[in-house]
């Protein structure tokens, strides 16, 4: 999958996270996190963000990552609706997913 348009999914309240995701020129997939618990968290937060983008088979595409503490389940959702949009998708595998 391939990002065509920028798009946002996630808010940046607390427990939530904002991803952002806009296309890149130069062909490759760049993904940038911040968070606010980076240090205790930045591992696991990068590897659910890794392994959603990984099942979604996005190739290329920028992806950033606003993080306020949300946990995996949240993060997953949030990548995969920013993405989504951002690939101008609507359709889902949810076995792939899984």
């Known amino acids: 999958m391939k990002i065509t348009k920028p798009a946002i999914a996630g808010t940046l309240e607390s427990s939530d996270l904002m991803v952002k995701v806009t296309p890149n020129q130069n062909g490759m997939l760049e993904v940038v996190v911040r968070s606010e618990v980076i240090k205790q968290f ?3 937060i990068r590897r659910v963000i890794d392994d959603t983008l990984s099942k979604l088979e996005v ?8 993080d306020k503490g949300a946990l995996d389940y949240a993060i997953q959702a949030r990548v995969q609706a920013a993405v989504l949009r951002g690939a101008g998708s609507e359709k889902l595998n949810w076995e792939q997913l899984s």
């Open 59 to 66: 190739s290329e595409g920028t992806v950033v990552v606003e």
């Open 42 to 44: 930045g591992k696991q």
